[in-house]
């Protein structure tokens, strides 16, 4: 899990979201120098950029974001690009059970309001993300899985005031595509495609237009105190903020900061790229639809056809970082095409690539203060679904952090603060005792 390889920032991501987001953020230079500034924001990634966009925008603080590879080299620039619905590792039925069912209402408020927000920015700022589709499909692969669904589509109604379109297979066929075991599928009605890399670069573009100084290439090796303050180095240089945010999420190291050792678990996800199909490789599945589709199966595939007609398809990555191990479940994946789409099944593979989500003992998002050390903010753990969550938690943590409003997350105040992992291989690594994690927190 823990592979060099994961983590080298001077190798290509070889993804096929790296080769076509076009330039790189302009102006993020390694940090050279002593600096100062109010806030500095570990990670640029969706969520420390929301938080630096939106901290200067709403007034007056001076942020650096400090970026061991490039803008959106993690997970940001990597996940499959679908802007959904997601987070929290429960479902709303098991955040109804748990905390109540006012609670997973706002679990769903937040997380429509999450979507609406990207979509917003995007539209308000001019943002260039290859927006793509409008909705989620899910493909019920069994008899078994179909009837799930309808429980699924209670679920939303109940829950979530709203109504998920649930079709036969022959609708399905309709409105999407056709391939063997399909038994029915559901339409959720929120949600949309977009093209990650191509939005983690915009987002720090937007936050630069607005003062935020990006420095890429900076990884923080050491943590100082004093004054009041607190001081980041990396290898050619230090910032010294009155605040931090720590946004590295999957690729949080266990040394950074003892509150998060042994209490944030990586979890690998492998996603594949076709060359891009031809019109009659296309009719031969009838496809018909530009709306991001996943399914029911073990190990769950999420998936789209790209606007230049390449299949993207995605799902679990297996538990080892290792070079063979990408190989092995690069051909997991080619695999599921051929069943999926058997007449693509000798269609070629040009990118494959893999990342980090970030897990929690609890199946929660959390955000806050790290309550023994004073100026420490945190928002971590989207549980593989972060595109739309951690552009939200961005904002929410800004207006922590600069006192100007309180946004409440789900599920409120119900959740306890983030528990370390007890065997985790993380907590065994852990060489310094850790901080009470948080309680001044808003978790998700």
């Not at 059970?97 to 920015?121: C, H, M």
């Not at 692969?141 to 379109?165: I, N, Y």
């Not at 990586?266 to 076709?274: E, G, K, M």
Request: aromatic letters at 8%; one cysteine or more; charged letters at 20%.
């Amino acid at each position: 899990m823990f592979h060099p390889v994961m983590y080298d920032r001077s190798v290509p991501v070889g993804s096929y979201w790296e080769a076509s987001a076009g330039e790189p953020v302009a102006g993020s230079d390694p940090l050279a120098a002593d600096e100062r500034c109010d806030v500095a924001i570990i990670g640029a990634g969706f969520t420390g950029l929301s938080a630096a966009y939106h901290l200067l925008r709403d007034g007056g603080m001076s942020v650096r974001v400090l970026e061991a590879g490039a803008p959106g080299w993690g997970a940001s620039g990597r996940n499959g690009g679908h802007c959904c619905f997601g987070g929290a590792g429960l479902d709303a039925n098991e955040i109804a059970a748990k905390f109540g069912a006012d609670v997973a209402r706002r679990n769903i408020d937040t997380q429509r309001a999450s979507i609406e927000l990207v979509r917003d920015l995007a539209l308000a700022e001019g943002l260039e993300i290859d927006r793509q589709g409008e909705g989620e499909f899910c493909i019920a692969h069994t008899p078994k899985a179909f009837h799930e669904l309808a429980g699924e589509v209670e679920k939303w109604r109940r829950l979530g005031g709203f109504d998920c379109e649930l079709m036969p297979a022959e609708a399905f066929y309709e409105r999407a595509y056709r391939g063997p075991d399909i038994h029915g599928a559901m339409l959720f009605p929120f949600g949309f495609g977009l093209h990650p890399m191509k939005y983690a670069r915009e987002l720090a573009r937007l936050a630069q237009r607005h003062g935020a100084i990006i420095h890429g290439s900076s990884p923080v090796v050491g943590w100082e105190r004093g004054g009041g303050r607190h001081r980041l180095i990396t290898p050619n240089g230090s910032v010294s903020a009155n605040k931090v945010l720590v946004a590295t999420n999957g690729f949080t190291r266990d040394d950074l900061h003892p509150a998060f050792a042994g209490r944030l678990l990586p979890a690998i996800s492998q996603i594949v790229a076709t060359r891009p199909l031809t019109d009659d490789e296309l009719a031969a599945h009838a496809w018909s639809t530009d709306t991001p589709l996943y399914d029911t199966r073990p190990m769950f595939s999420y998936l789209r056809v790209l606007p230049d007609r390449r299949l993207t398809l995605g799902g679990a990555g297996g538990l080892s970082g290792t070079p063979g191990s990408a190989a092995q479940w690069t051909a997991f994946l080619s695999r599921r095409i051929a069943t999926m789409f058997p007449a693509w099944k000798d269609v070629r593979i040009d990118y494959s690539w893999r990342g980090f989500v970030c897990l929690t003992a609890d199946h929660m998002t959390h955000l806050g203060e790290v309550a023994d050390d004073p100026g420490v903010f945190y928002s971590l753990a989207y549980h593989g679904n972060g595109v739309a969550m951690a552009t939200w938690c961005g904002r929410a943590i800004a207006g922590s952090i600069s006192g100007r409003g309180r946004q409440r997350c789900h599920p409120a105040d119900h959740v306890p603060a983030l528990a370390a992992f007890p065997d985790s291989r993380a907590a065994q690594m852990a060489s310094d005792p850790p901080l009470r994690p948080a309680s001044r927190e808003e978790p998700v």
